[in-house]
């Protein structure tokens, strides 16, 4: 999944997103399906290479049985190649939701500390990943992260002076 990012974004207003999962709900459903995705790509993997031996199996058998005649091409074993096609849709299907749901996080803006956290979290993953964003766009979505954690700091700042002043308004009663 190493890919150029470069979106343009529009920061969706508190009210419109009522109707949408929180941020914290599609980073879930992302690692889901990443999860998914990775298991179907290792049970793809198995059943290749498995599908290799039993073509090398054949084509040593041959050679011991004296035909020398080794085909071209591999011997089809229509089961096999099904499964691995089978899977291989299945991968193709989860990569597009995985893309689908990188491309609506990016878009979606945090609401609170912990959804912001949240996506700098998500965001080094994918960096981690190899994943290489466009300079602003990077730039634009660790300063909405950051923004919503410097709110959150000041209201957290404010709730503890106004209860520090109610304590030093009962003292001096």
Do not use: W
Request: negative net charge; contains cysteine; proline residues 3%.
């Amino acid at each position: 999944m190493q890919n150029a990012v470069n979106f343009q974004t529009t920061g969706a207003p508190q009210a419109e997103r009522k109707d949408t999962k929180s941020l914290i709900e599609l980073i879930r459903r992302y690692d889901y399906i990443e999860g998914l995705c990775d298991r179907v790509l290792t049970e793809q993997q198995a059943k290749m290479s498995r599908y290799h031996q039993m073509i090398s199996e054949e084509r040593i058998k041959s050679a011991l049985r004296g035909t020398m005649d080794i085909p071209e091409r591999p011997p089809v074993h229509t089961s096999e190649t099904a499964e691995i096609e089978e899977l291989e849709t299945e991968v193709r299907i989860y990569r597009y939701q995985l893309n689908t749901l990188e491309s609506v996080i990016y878009e979606t803006e945090p609401s609170n500390l912990k959804e912001a956290l949240a996506k700098l979290r998500f965001i080094a993953r994918l960096v981690v990943d190899g994943v290489e964003f466009e300079s602003d766009f990077f730039a634009f979505m660790i300063e909405e992260c950051t923004d919503i954690a410097e709110m959150s700091a000041q209201d957290m700042v404010g709730a503890e002076r106004a209860k520090l002043q109610t304590l030093i308004n009962q003292q001096t009663l």
